[in-house]
């Protein structure tokens, strides 16, 4: 998941429910959304575009 995140500009969230590792060959380019989806198909993972609420932490400095 983690690698996904570095090189995407679309977070990737895990709601699998998975608890235990997972072994997987993804694609060499991990930007090519047809062929990740593709692979994670092989292991029943469903992969999609949704528009969600994130709650982030904001810095700012002193003087706001």
């Known amino acids: ?37 593709a692979v994670l198909k092989k292991y029943g993972i469903k992969m999609e575009l949704k528009v969600q609420g994130v709650e982030f932490m904001v810095f700012t400095d002193k003087t706001n």
């Not at 072994?23 to 959304?33: A, G, I, S």
């Open 1 to 37: 998941m983690v690698a996904l995140n570095q090189i995407n500009d679309t977070p990737f969230v895990d709601n699998t429910g998975i608890t235990t590792d997972v072994t997987m060959e993804l694609p060499k380019n991990l930007k090519d959304y047809n062929a990740l989806l």
